[in-house]
């Protein structure tokens, strides 16, 4: 069975829907801390399960002889700066102990995902390579890129088959927005459907790697079912789809929407936001499991102004 952790967040939500498609739903257990939001799982099993809670996790991957588990529950880059030893906890230990569980169960594949966030201000910003300095200045940053060594160090080591995607922003109609930094993009359009006026926290010419959910789901999944032998990368690997600003993406929906406002009132996600790339090289990912991104600005729009309403009366 594949156990998913933290299935309830904003990319969780979609993926544990792909799994099931994909696997059958008796064999994907979502699981989350929340029990009210794993009532929308009714095509998959559920387990109401605290990551930090150890003996219930083991207890579950014993008694449900799990041999997958995609680990995406996690302290975003805006929450952590609120709660910095609370998310370098449940963001590290929550890893470790998976990837423990992992060796101890022989278990065949781990997912993790990884985020831009292991980029600092020093790093170079346009066409990030794969390999460059990392000096990530913010708790959520630096658990991510502590992270990554790990797992590397557990493929390494003992042979655990960990494999994870350094995601930039990723926007999705199907979950509201989280503690995320890059969480604007998503927002945005939420305002555009009801006709308010969008005041965004970060400032009109920020640029950042961004890609829609769907883009997302397809990496997490290619670079899963690829052969194990052409994930060269242990650590991370970069991925990238679009980058733009908060005036790109309004004056995207300003077509659809001509009536639609927006102003621009900086806080504090701000320096989070100018510490990290405008921009991603992700040739190793294109070089090694095939990756190849399909939305682009404009057609992740079309597909979310589409979408959202129609969702948002079920939600
Ligand atoms: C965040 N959405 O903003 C996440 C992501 C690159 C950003 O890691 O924290």
Redesign the pocket.
């Known amino acids: 069975r594949i156990l998913i952790i933290g299935a309830a967040g904003q990319l969780g939500s979609e993926l544990t829907f792909t799994l099931s498609q994909q696997y059958g739903g008796d064999n994907i257990i979502a699981s989350d801390l929340n029990p009210k939001a794993l009532e929308k799982f009714e095509y998959c099993k559920t387990a109401v399960l605290d990551i930090m809670d150890q003996d219930a996790v083991r207890k579950l991957v014993k008694d449900q002889n799990v041999k997958q588990i995609y680990h995406l529950a996690a302290v975003?880059?805006?929450t952590g700066e609120k709660n910095p030893r609370f998310a370098w906890q449940l963001n590290m230990d929550s890893l470790l102990f998976v990837l423990e569980l992992a060796m101890e169960f022989k278990m065949d594949k781990i997912y993790w995902p990884s985020?831009?966030?292991v980029f600092g201000p020093n790093t170079p910003k346009i066409n990030t390579p794969q390999f460059c300095v990392k000096e990530p200045n913010t708790v959520?940053g630096i658990s991510k890129q502590a992270g990554e060594r790990w797992c590397e160090y557990y493929f390494q080591k003992f042979g655990v088959d960990v494999r994870s995607l350094r995601?930039?922003?990723?926007i999705g109609y199907k979950s509201l927005p989280g503690?995320?930094?890059?969480?604007y993009a998503v927002d945005i359009y939420h305002k555009a459907i009801a006709g308010e006026h969008f005041d965004c926290f970060l400032s009109a010419e920020t640029a950042l790697p961004m890609m829609y959910m769907p883009d997302a789901i397809k990496a997490t999944l290619d670079l899963m079912h690829a052969p194990k032998e052409s994930v060269k990368i242990r650590s991370s690997y970069n991925l990238a789809a679009i980058s733009f600003t908060p005036e790109d993406i309004y004056q995207c929906i300003k077509t659809h929407h001509p009536d639609f406002t927006i102003s621009y009132s900086p806080d504090f996600r701000q320096s989070i936001a100018d510490s990290?790339p405008d921009s991603i090289d992700d040739t190793r990912a294109r070089e090694d499991w095939g990756w190849n991104h399909e939305y682009d600005l404009k057609k992740m729009t079309e597909d979310i102004l589409r979408n959202l309403p129609a969702y948002l009366v079920n939600f």
């Open positions: 975003l880059s805006a985020s831009i966030a959520y995601y930039p922003g990723l503690g995320g930094t890059t969480d990290w």
